[in-house]
């Protein structure tokens, strides 16, 4: 069983007590995963949050009664795609998950042959920053904003299994019993929701990176403009160091 620190006892006494900080970090923590994967099950955002939010109550409610035999992410996770596959049901719209390739055919690439040697090795390999510096931070927090919005866009199956392996680190084993697949389903749907983001991602770096290329030649052409004007009276007249500091 993979524990977390929110399975830390101190921390389930003070949810056992009602502790409204511990339950605000806990919802700040999991609540947009929660959305994310019961969504793939209902195919609607706004019917997940309602499911999500009636799944809050519950646990606010059952607390007492979780007895520690599962982690409390598992513990949270299973109800919300209980009442997920509920609500879907009730509406006639549940699709099981093995099913949802969504448009993905056999045999299709999750990256295209062509980013590959024929060794197999990466033609240009995806590179992480060397460095790091206020820029680079607040790109940082575009890039994974980006990187959201490309796993919302995921078919169903795959925002459900790259949201329970990559973002809450949950063992393949536990991927499969919560949404009900086999392991090779799980990994088929992993590799092309990872291989969209390898694919996605980078292209959005990119236009980034020419962006700042655009933005920093207009500076240097203000820069520019900027230099001529102290060196000059505007009638092609150099101006002395005394002049411009008078000026």
Known sequence: MHQTEFDAPAFLALLRQGDEAAYRRLIRRFHGSLVGVAASIIGSRAQAEEVVQDSWLAVYAGIGRFEGRSSLVTWLFSIVLNRARTRATSEGRTVGLPALMDGSPPGERAVPAGAFLP????????????????????????????????????????????????????????????????????RVLLHRARGLQLVLVPLFVAAGAHKTEQEDGKKRELNGDAGDLEGSDGKGQSVSPLKKRLW
């Open 119 to 186: 060794d197999g090795h990466w033609i240009d390999e995806p590179r992480l920053w060397d460095e790091v510096n206020p820029e680079r931070i607040v790109g940082g927090r575009q890039l994974f904003d980006h990187a959201m919005d490309c796993i919302e866009r995921l078919p169903a199956g795959q925002k459900a299994v790259i949201i329970l392996r990559d973002l809450e680190g949950r063992a393949a084993e536990e991927a499969c019993a919560l949404l009900s697949i086999s392991p090779e389903n799980q």
